[in-house]
């Protein structure tokens, strides 16, 4: 079967540093990628992972291993508003999109 | 990015009747767009594939005939559910791909979504 894994929820600090991490098992691979979703909200594209290593946009980065099944989405110098949960999504073989059931991000001052 | 609107943002809905659900593409045609829920702190299911002018593909599961899609246009894919009951009740969510971006990133840009509660 299908399964994409990640947290349920994290706490880190206002300012710090905070890394989610998600493996997947999945029939195929064709790109990963993080969403942000506030409470109550749809969710809005972070990054988007294809070919192995690191991707860095602004605050957030977000790193792949194919050959491991994992990848992370590393938040810097978190602020209050990215108290949110991030969901972890993987194209398969079929271009479907599998989804994880996300991580709650609880940022504290 | 490419915008994507959905209404009604919030219904509430005795049990038994039909609510329709609509999700507009605003500055791009979308010939496919996605329908998921997603109940409290779980994830995002799909429950179809709308396209338009032909009918719309299923996830196993999904009862057809419950949640009706219709996709008449480029810009604009409707969700009915019909005769809803309680256990409707979840947040609704519609999602499109901007062609004009193409298929390699499979970016999905997502409406606001509909929280639907059923009384």
């Known amino acids: 079967g299908q399964n994409i894994d990640q947290p349920t929820e994290m706490t880190a600090t206002e300012g710090a540093i905070v890394q989610i991490n998600c493996t997947y098992q999945?029939?195929?691979?064709?790109?990963l990628f993080w969403y942000q979703q506030h409470a109550g909200e749809a969710p809005t594209f972070l990054s988007y992972?294809?070919l192995d290593g690191l991707e860095e946009k602004g605050r957030f980065s977000s790193f792949l291993s194919r050959s491991k099944g994992y990848s992370y989405l590393l938040l810097k110098e978190l602020q209050m508003k990215d108290s949110a949960s991030y969901l972890c999504?993987?194209?398969?073989?079929?271009?479907?999109?599998?989804w994880g059931a996300g991580t709650k991000l609880i940022i504290k001052p | 990015g490419a915008v994507v609107s959905q209404h009604p943002s919030w219904v509430i809905c005795k049990s038994g009747t039909s609510v329709k659900i609509e999700c507009r593409s605003l500055?791009?045609?979308?010939?496919?767009m996605f329908w998921y829920r997603q109940f409290p702190k779980q994830s995002l299911m799909l429950m179809a594939t709308?396209?338009?002018?032909?009918?719309?593909?299923?996830e196993q599961g999904v009862e057809k005939d419950k949640f009706l899609i219709n996709h008449a246009s480029l810009t604009l894919s409707t969700l009915t559910v019909t005769s809803a009951h309680p256990e409707d009740s979840s947040f609704y969510i519609c999602?499109?791909?901007?062609?004009?971006?193409?298929?390699?990133?499979?970016?999905?840009?997502f409406g606001e979504g509909s929280r639907l509660t059923v009384l």
């Open positions: 999602s499109a791909r901007d062609p004009r971006r193409g298929e390699n990133t499979g970016e999905l840009f």
């Open positions: 500055d791009f045609q979308a010939t496919t």
């Open positions: 709308s396209n338009e002018g032909s009918k719309a593909t299923y």
């Open positions: 999945t029939s195929g691979f064709n790109g």
């Open positions: 992972n294809v």
């Open positions: 999504a993987v194209k398969d073989s079929n271009y479907q999109l599998i």
